[in-house]
Nanobody, 121 residues
Framework: QVQLQESGPGLVKPSQMLSLTCTVSGGSITTSYYAWSWIRQPPGKGLEWMGAIAYDGSTYYSPSLKSRTSISRDTSKNQFSLQLSSVTPEDTAVYYC?????????????WGQGTQVTVSS
């Protein structure tokens, strides 16, 4: 079974860039799933799909975050990454990586455990 693990700083200052990496084991980011997503959950709010990178490297983003979001990958390390620019305290959330895209995301059991990111000075 594919396993995912998020990593990155837990604290980011306002206006700076948030960078997270998802390491995939037990499968390949080019063959195991059609796409790989980043999803977040702000405190007290629901899940928000942010964007995804497909098996061929193509990317697609939530319209509300598109101007600030970039997703890339390193196939040699079997990793994909998220960059969110110009962060504000409203970007404070638990960030998850998961198999799938906006049309279908794998069950939560297949997600990474999530990483808390706080935006604060």
């Amino acid at each position: 079974q594919v396993q995912l693990q998020e990593s990155g700083p837990g604290l980011v200052k306002p206006s700076q860039m948030l960078s997270l990496t998802c390491t995939v084991s037990g499968g390949s980011i080019t063959t195991s799933y059609y796409a790989w997503s980043w999803i977040r959950q702000p405190p007290g709010k629901g899940l928000e799909w942010m964007g995804a990178i497909a098996y061929d490297g193509s990317t697609y983003y939530s319209p509300s975050l598109k101007s600030r979001t970039s997703i890339s990958r390193d196939t040699s390390k079997n990793q994909f990454s998220l960059q969110l620019s110009s962060v504000t305290p409203e970007d404070t959330a638990v960030y998850y990586c998961a198999p799938g895209d906006s049309d279908y995301v794998a069950p939560h059991d297949y997600w990474g455990q999530g990483t808390q990111v706080t935006v604060s000075s």
